[in-house]
């Protein structure tokens, strides 16, 4: 049985499933791996990436102009690099992300060039915010999420925003498993974005080490913190932490930012841990969903297992639920 929402109508994909933009991580490769099993598949890039990164991936993740993908871009980074966001739009993805800062001043630029946008939310205020600035799709990003994200959780979360906004809501955080998925779209969400599931596939553009990393790490494992943005001298706004596999470094440091913040020696040993892939201390982002990644599954099989299983589970689940009968109380409600 196939799903339709107004998410896959919009993008015309077959599964409500958006593969997250993570930088670093999901470049052409993957991007285009999620779209051929039937979601989009997005290009995450950082605010330091090469503008020229976006024209390479795009063609890889489009696979010469045949298929749909989208590009993730940081609010907060654009101010300084307008050449990412102009880099994108020649990329002419279908759609494009404006996160972690307001998007209001992409928003109609974007839509002039026929892009459908969508921004990752972290409350309410944030997606009353978004629907004003334009925004066509409101990502409710919960703080179980990999990478940055905010402090409220996905279930609340997206109660509040279905509440709140008429927009299509897609919920973001913890979800991979066919469960999950079932779970956002039967609460009222158009579809599900989704990351930390995606981090230990073959075609994501991690290390092997990382990878073994995700693969053996569980749920209570990964921490919500400043130190990795602190020790690298990062932009992020302060409200951004982001969730990251805990490690020696964040055992030292989390907590003692402001000391962090002056001691190079800390910031050297971070930078030569990246560069040498030492994952004791360099950072993996990923979410609380990661005790659930056991395998390496190749992402077109894996987000065609989630959107296969999820409407299964739907059409098994709803038929076991619904009664056909009025819901009784007794008067007096005691329990029966
Ligand atoms: C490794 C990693 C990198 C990320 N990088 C970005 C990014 O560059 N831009 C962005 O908008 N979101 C980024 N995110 C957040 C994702 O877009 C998304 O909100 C998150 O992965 C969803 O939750 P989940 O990880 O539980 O699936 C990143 C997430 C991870 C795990």
């Not at 092997?208 to 943005?229: G, N, S, Y």
């Given at each position: 049985?196939?799903?339709?929402?107004?998410?896959?109508?919009?993008?015309?994909?077959?599964?409500?499933?958006?593969?997250?933009?993570?930088?670093g991580?999901?470049?052409?490769?993957?991007?285009?791996?999620?779209?051929?099993?039937?979601?989009?598949?997005?290009?995450?890039?950082?605010?330091t990436?090469?503008?020229?990164l976006?024209?390479?991936?795009?063609?890889?993740?489009?696979?010469?102009?045949?298929?749909?993908?989208?590009?993730?871009?940081?609010?907060?980074?654009?101010?300084?690099?307008?050449?990412?966001?102009?880099?994108?739009?020649?990329?002419?993805?279908?759609?494009?992300?404006?996160?972690?800062?307001?998007?209001?001043?992409?928003?109609?630029?974007?839509?002039?060039?026929?892009?459908?946008?969508?921004?990752?939310?972290?409350?309410?205020a944030?997606?009353?915010?978004?629907?004003?600035?334009?925004?066509?799709?409101?990502?409710a990003?919960?703080?179980?999420?990999g990478?940055?994200?905010?402090?409220?959780?996905?279930?609340?979360?997206?109660?509040?925003?279905?509440?709140?906004?008429?927009?299509?809501?897609?919920?973001?955080?913890?979800?991979?498993?066919?469960?999950?998925?079932?779970?956002?779209?039967?609460?009222?969400?158009?579809?599900?974005?989704?990351?930390?599931?995606?981090?230990?596939?073959?075609?994501?553009?991690?290390?092997?080490?990382?990878?073994?990393?995700?693969?053996?790490?569980?749920e209570?494992?990964?921490?919500?913190?400043?130190?990795?943005?602190?020790?690298?001298?990062?932009?992020w706004?302060?409200?951004?932490?982001?969730?990251?596999?805990?490690?020696?470094?964040?055992?030292?440091?989390?907590g003692?930012?402001?000391?962090?913040?002056?001691?190079?020696?800390?910031?050297?040993?971070?930078?030569?841990?990246?560069?040498?892939?030492?994952?004791?201390?360099?950072?993996?982002?990923?979410?609380?969903?990661v005790?659930?990644?056991?395998?390496?599954?190749?992402?077109?099989?894996?987000?065609?297992?989630?959107?296969?299983?999820?409407?299964?589970?739907?059409?098994?689940?709803?038929?076991?639920?619904?009664v056909?009968?009025?819901?009784?109380?007794?008067?007096?409600?005691?329990?029966?």
């Amino acid at each position: 049985m196939g799903l339709r929402t107004p998410l896959t109508e919009r993008l015309g994909v077959p599964f409500p499933i958006i593969g997250a933009p993570m930088a670093g991580i999901s470049h052409g490769a993957l991007a285009r791996a999620v779209t051929e099993g039937g979601g989009l598949g997005m290009i995450g890039v950082g605010s330091t990436d090469r503008a020229e990164l976006i024209a390479r991936e795009a063609r890889i993740a489009s696979d010469g102009g045949r298929l749909r993908f989208g590009v993730g871009l940081m609010a907060w980074a654009l101010d300084d690099r307008p050449e990412l966001l102009e880099q994108t739009m020649a990329a002419k993805p279908a759609l494009v992300s404006v996160s972690f800062g307001s998007p209001a001043p992409y928003v109609e630029r974007l839509h002039e060039a026929g892009i459908t946008v969508a921004s990752q939310v972290q409350s309410t205020a944030r997606a009353l915010a978004a629907v004003d600035a334009g925004v066509d799709i409101i990502v409710a990003q919960g703080t179980e999420a990999g990478g940055h994200t905010g402090t409220v959780g996905t279930l609340p979360l997206i109660q509040l925003v279905l509440e709140a906004v008429d927009a299509p809501v897609v919920a973001a955080g913890g979800i991979a498993t066919p469960r999950g998925v079932a779970a956002a779209l039967a609460a009222g969400a158009a579809g599900v974005w989704v990351g930390t599931c995606l981090l230990a596939c073959p075609e994501s553009a991690s290390r092997a080490q990382a990878r073994d990393k995700v693969l053996a790490a569980d749920e209570t494992e990964t921490i919500l913190t400043r130190v990795f943005d602190v020790a690298q001298g990062i932009g992020w706004p302060e409200t951004f932490a982001g969730r990251a596999l805990r490690n020696r470094f964040t055992d030292t440091w989390h907590g003692r930012e402001e000391e962090l913040d002056g001691d190079g020696d800390a910031r050297r040993l971070l930078a030569d841990a990246r560069a040498t892939g030492d994952y004791d201390t360099a950072y993996i982002y990923a979410g609380q969903a990661v005790g659930l990644v056991h395998r390496p599954v190749p992402a077109a099989q894996l987000v065609r297992n989630l959107g296969e299983g999820a409407s299964s589970l739907l059409a098994e689940r709803l038929e076991a639920l619904l009664v056909d009968r009025p819901t009784r109380w007794p008067d007096n409600g005691a329990i029966v």
